[in-house]
Structures are given as structure tokens and as C-alpha cells.
Nanobody, 123 residues
Framework: QVQLVESGGGLVQGGGSLRLSCAASGRTFSSSTMAWFRQAPGKEREFVAADTWSGSGTYYSDSVKGRFTISRDNAKNTVYLQMNSLKPEDTAVYYC????????????????WGQGTQVTVSS
């Protein structure tokens, strides 16, 4: 079983920054591809960013590329999402997820999810 706990959400003005954290337990974290998704009210859950354990790279959605950065600290079993230049359209519940199989941009490829953390960006 894998447990994921997100933190770091909150209310921020447009143009501001936040850093989300996701603490993982119950699995070999260093060999896990980890990702962040988000879900706004009335919308489907969408891919934000992923970090592959193999070092093959990081991946971002077009909407956040250049503004958000995913990173990890294997010693702390934690993955981060640094969010800069935030926009009101970034408002959503952000979820951390551990990849199982498939296309890493699809939510169905992840079997383990955190409870989510709310990010609200005011205009």
C-alpha cells in the first residue's frame, strides 16, 4: 500500500508563488515515477507534471510549462511542485500520484493518490 500526503496549498494573489509537497510512504519512492494532477470545479482531473524515477526526464502540461517545476528529494521520500507566476486559472485541487503503468499523462495510469490540497489564485 502507498500513502501520499500533500501539503502547501493556500490562497495567493495572481503572479505569486506556492510550493506544494507530497510525502510518500509504503513504496520504494526512489524507483517511482511521481506526478501532480489538478482538478478545478466542474472539470476533469488534468495532468500537470511528472518526474520519472529513471532520470529520463520531467514532463509538463503546456499550460504550466515554464512556470511550474517538479522535483523530488529521495532522502525525504518527497516530491515537490514549485508554482510561479500563478494565474487565476491555476485554481484547483492539486493531487499527488504514484505511477503504475500506461501513459504518464493519463490519470488512469496512477493507482495511488493523495487527498489533494486546494490552491486558490485571486485576480
Amino acid at each position: 500500500q502507498v500513502q501520499l500526503v500533500e501539503s502547501g496549498g493556500g490562497l495567493v494573489q495572481g503572479g505569486g508563488s506556492l510550493r506544494l509537497s507530497c510525502a510518500a510512504s509504503g513504496r520504494t519512492f526512489s524507483s517511482s515515477t511521481m506526478a501532480w494532477f489538478r482538478q478545478a470545479p466542474g472539470k476533469e482531473r488534468e495532468f500537470v507534471a511528472a518526474d520519472t524515477w529513471s532520470g529520463s526526464g520531467t514532463y509538463y502540461s503546456d499550460s504550466v510549462k515554464g512556470r511550474f517545476t517538479i522535483s523530488r528529494d529521495n532522502a525525504k521520500n518527497t516530491v515537490y511542485l514549485q508554482m510561479n507566476s500563478l494565474k487565476p486559472e491555476d485554481t484547483a485541487v492539486y493531487y499527488c500520484a504514484a505511477f503504475t503503468s500506461g501513459n504518464l499523462r493519463y490519470a488512469k495510469s496512477y493507482a495511488y493518490w493523495g487527498q489533494g490540497t486546494q490552491v486558490t489564485v485571486s485576480s
